[in-house]
């Protein structure tokens, strides 16, 4: 009897304590799912399905497509509300309530909006469970769609010369590759195309193994030259396919390679160091494409869209537009830039043209170079080996470094002098011989000269170029004086310019530590270095009525001085007059510029480069800078190393009178 009353007693207590147990409102299921949905509790979401919708998809597909699409969105700032207007709304229709609600998300498209309802259902045990489908992530979403995001390409912006032809440009281009899965092993197709592309199986397999490819993925091998738009050798080859895809192209290719740089895709080590970068971007790395890159490159849009098991587009669900980048137009003359270059004809040196009345910068060029092109369109390993094994350094940009100027630096020299009252045009110097040293302090050195003329003027002194001349004024104003003067030229100081330009130096440590170096520095030897444009901005003031000019590589509306009456316009009256009779005289150094029709002034130059302590003779490097007086626009300034044994400085005269001539 007593085991008959326990019994009772336990089945009175459940049904009581059952009776007590409060089943959650549905208003109340609905909040708590809403509220797992916004903090992306995927999990707890699962747990409030019905029987029915957990037999169609496990838990692990549930969360990971959810997570894949977030993800993949970049959804951020989630919030999912209900859109119930009253509490009638959560009132049962027999066993099912249908609730609206509202998301909100931001993305990488931008912000997603979109307004759905939700189905709870009443299961055997009373409970309210919610009756799961894909148009719950988003409306239009089918269990077999998928949702896709896909960049939307800005266009670069291009680099322009002065008129608007392209140095820097967008281009479609025959791109080669092949698809992995259609490659027939047998057929030594990587060994016929490696040959025909000239490069490597090595090359072919590198781009095979890359961690994106799939069988059936076109994978890019390299981009056909300019000159070549003939695809049907390629692709008749197994598994060899060809897209026209728009590549960067450098027209001009190595006559301007480093002005304009080029581009190539991201490194990993530049996408953990920068911003704003995926994989497969293509970002600046040398040149003006690396200067300007962020006004360049643009923004890339997105779209975000679902998409059938046929991979068309059902539906767009955000759209952010690329914007492409700006256009950078440069004072640069394109057909200038090409001429300088060929002038060159490989020899190693550097070139700048300034329009001396505005300080525009129409070239820039150094020599020897490399194409551009080869890296937007596949360097093979071969050409890079040779390039970075040239010892004339084709990598090495010229036009950014300093040398020694030798006597193109003597300009200054007279100028300083004319200034501070120490030179006189009509004062003769008597100097015999082509050896002189001051005395013997001097020891066995001594200042030499090419023209043995025994009474030298200011004028003979430009036209034979008499370094005896120069080195005796500079002793005469002493070495404070000419420091203080000359360095009133801009040495020492940085150029606002896009290039970074190392400034200009007299001596490496700011002094002059004896009468031989003050000698030497009055020719541009000592310790003196200069970058090729500092020197070209240095004879602006002689066409400018005084004033020395900033160069300007971009299209600008105003003169900019950087030196306002540096030198009187006196002086640089009669410095120019000079320099033209450097030219104009049957005895100027530089006679071999003369153009019958034109006015020409200049001053040539050689600089000895000394070599080891074995080797006292060194190299030498010529240099030429001219002008043409009148309404011309040019200001050039050309130097090739190593030109002993081939003509001096007249090596270097001869190819810039045929740029002169050119610009007639």
Not at 288 to 315: C, F, Q
């Amino acid at each position: 009897m007593k085991s008959c009353r326990t019994i009772v007693l336990i089945v009175l207590t459940l049904m009581i304590t059952a009776g007590c147990m409060k089943q959650e409102e549905p208003s109340e299921i609905f909040d708590d799912y809403l509220s797992n949905w916004e903090n992306r509790d995927f999990s707890a979401m699962y747990e409030q399905l019905s029987e029915e919708v957990k037999n169609r998809i496990t838990e692990e597909a549930f969360i990971e497509r959810y997570e894949n699409i977030y993800d993949g969105i970049e959804a951020e700032d989630l919030q999912v509300t209900s859109a119930a207007d009253s509490e009638e709304q959560f009132e049962p229709d027999e066993d099912l309530i249908t609730i609206p609600y509202i998301v909100e998300m931001n993305t990488t498209a931008g912000s997603i909006e979109y307004r759905h309802q939700l189905t709870l259902e009443q299961g055997d045990e009373g409970a309210w469970l919610v009756k799961w489908n894909s148009s719950q992530i988003f409306p239009q979403l089918g269990s077999e769609d998928k949702v896709k995001v896909s960049t939307l390409e800005a266009e670069r912006g291009e680099l322009k010369d002065k008129s608007g032809t392209g140095l820097a440009v967008n281009k479609e281009a025959n791109i080669i590759g092949v698809i992995p899965a259609e490659l027939e092993e047998e057929s030594q197709t990587k060994e016929k195309l490696a040959e025909r592309l000239d490069i490597s199986v090595e090359e072919i397999d590198k781009a095979l193994e890359a961690s994106w490819v799939t069988p059936e993925v076109f994978v890019p091998i390299k981009t056909l030259p300019m000159e070549e738009d003939d695809v049907e050798a390629y692709v008749e080859l197994p598994g060899v396919s060809s897209r026209v895809e728009t590549v960067r192209t450098y027209p001009l290719g190595a006559s301007a390679a480093h002005l304009t740089g080029y581009v190539r895709e991201i490194s990993a080590e530049q996408l953990e160091e920068l911003d704003g970068y995926a994989a497969g971007d293509v970002i600046g790395n040398a040149g003006l494409e690396k200067i300007y890159e962020d006004k360049l490159r643009g923004e890339n849009g997105t779209h975000i869209y679902i998409s059938n098991a046929e991979g068309d587009v059902k539906e767009s669900l955000a759209k952010k537009e690329p914007v492409d980048g700006e256009d950078v137009q440069l004072t640069v003359d394109a057909a200038l830039q090409q001429e300088v270059y060929n002038q060159f004809e490989g020899d190693a040196g550097t070139s700048v043209a300034l329009d001396p009345h505005t300080g525009d910068v129409l070239s820039l060029v150094s020599s020897p170079a490399y194409d551009p092109n080869a890296f937007v369109r596949g360097l093979s390993d071969e050409q890079w080996e040779k390039w970075s094994e040239d010892p004339e350094e084709p990598f090495l940009n010229r036009f950014t470094s300093r040398y020694a100027p030798g006597s193109v630096f003597k300009t200054i020299t007279a100028s300083i002098g004319l200034e501070t009252g120490v030179t006189n045009p009509d004062k003769v110097r008597q100097i015999d011989g082509l050896h002189w040293t001051k005395d013997n302090s001097w020891g066995d050195y001594y200042v030499t000269r090419v023209h043995d003329k025994a009474n030298v003027n200011l004028r003979d002194a430009f036209v034979h170029s008499d370094n005896i001349y120069f080195a005796q004024e500079a002793l005469e104003m002493g070495k404070e004086t000419f420091l203080e003067e000359t360095a009133a030229f801009g040495f020492g100081e940085e150029i606002p310019f896009p290039f970074t330009i190392p400034a200009s130096n007299l001596t490496n440590n700011g002094e002059i530590d004896h009468e031989v170096q003050l000698a030497d520095t009055a020719y541009g030897q000592g310790q003196v270095l200069m970058s090729p444009l500092h020197l070209a901005l240095t004879y602006t003031p002689y066409l400018n009525e005084g004033d020395m000019l900033y160069p300007s590589l971009i299209e600008a509306d105003e003169l900019k001085v950087w030196k306002e009456n540096l030198i009187s316009e006196e002086t640089a009256d009669l410095v120019k007059e000079n320099l033209i009779q450097v030219v104009e005289s049957p005895e100027g150094t530089a006679h071999s510029t003369y153009i019958p029709e034109a006015v020409i002034g200049g001053k040539s130059g050689t600089a000895e480069i000394k070599g080891s302590k074995e080797d006292d003779n060194g190299n030498e490097n010529g240099w030429f800078v001219g002008f043409e007086e009148g309404d011309s626009d040019i200001l050039l300034v050309m130097m090739v190393e190593d030109v002993k044994d081939r003509g001096g400085s007249g090596y270097v005269i001869s190819k810039a009178k045929n740029v002169f001539e050119y610009m007639e």
